[in-house]
Nanobody, 123 residues
Framework: VQLQASGGGLVQVGGSLRLSCVAS????????MNWYRKAPGSQRELVAR???????NYGDFVKGRFTASRDDAKSTAYLQMDSLLPEDTAVYYC??????????????????WGRGTLVTVSS
């Protein structure tokens, strides 16, 4: 299973971006989809976690500014980011776990990461 994150870019303070993460490759299901970020000189931190139920948890720093969602029919998760701040500048990664199905019909677990997409917020 491959994960591809996209949607990053350069935005001014207060602006918005919508990140997408598409899972491909015989995906049977996605259990949990996580969004992480890593800024230069900082540790990686969890931004949002969205469960198969659609319920989402967020890092404390989000403060209601971001919304995670998912479209399982498209094997895609989204992160809508509003009211962006300079401290939101980071590479954003998606991580997902679930099961994929091989040609013989058997199921296998996965827990994979996408390559990341850069978000830069200018002041």
């Amino acid at each position: 299973v491959q994960l591809q994150a996209s949607g990053g870019g350069l935005v001014q303070v207060g602006g918005s971006l919508r990140l997408s993460c598409v899972a491909s490759g015989n995906v049977f299901n996605i259990n949990v989809m996580n969004w992480y970020r890593k800024a230069p000189g900082s540790q990686r931190e969890l931004v949002a976690r969205i469960f198969s139920s659609g319920r989402a948890n967020y890092g404390d720093f989000v403060k209601g500014r971001f919304t995670a969602s998912r479209d399982d029919a498209k094997s895609t998760a989204y992160l809508q980011m509003d009211s962006l701040l300079p401290e939101d500048t980071a590479v954003y990664y998606c991580n997902a776990d679930g099961r994929w199905v091989s040609p013989d019909g058997s199921f296998h677990p996965y827990d994979n990461w996408g390559r990341g997409t850069l978000v830069t917020v200018s002041s």
